[in-house]
């Protein structure tokens, strides 16, 4: 017991720590151009140009941070099971899904179809469930 809270304290924390981090600073650059966007678009008016600029910008970074948010995530995963630092196990875990993408995709699409009907026959058996009490 002591020596798996050692391990977690020692290793695991940090990562994590690595991870946010990361994030953090997506975060940050993001605010630094959401206020820069509003200066703009107070000195320019309401220009065209302008916000279309600020909106495909806008675009890329909501997107840039999707995809640190999947990098953290599949790393942290594959750190918890090779024990690799943070930076190995994104770099691997990345390499493996390009590897095995087909079949990445595959499952997104099989996993996410079975939440929907899980969803759906969820709703529906409250539905049923709450018409019989009412009556």
Not at 16 to 25: C, D, N, P, R, V
Not at 29 to 56: H, P, W
Not at 109 to 115: E, P
């Amino acid at each position: 017991m002591g020596k798996s809270i050692w391990c977690t304290w020692r290793y695991h924390l940090g990562t994590l720590a690595f991870g946010s981090l990361i994030l953090t600073i997506v975060w940050f650059i993001r605010a630094i151009f959401e206020y820069l966007a509003k200066k703009m678009n107070d000195a320019t008016g309401d220009n065209g140009c302008t916000r279309c600029l600020v909106s495909c910008i806008r675009c890329c970074l909501d997107i840039f941070e999707k995809f640190i948010r999947f990098i953290n995530l599949n790393a942290y995963v594959y750190c918890a099971i090779s024990s690799e630092s943070f930076c190995e196990s994104a770099m691997h875990s990345f390499l493996l899904m390009l590897k095995n993408s087909a079949k990445f995709f595959f499952v997104e699409g099989l996993v996410t179809y079975l939440t929907f009907m899980a969803k759906v026959v969820i709703a529906s058996c409250n539905t049923i469930v709450c018409y019989f009490l009412i009556q």
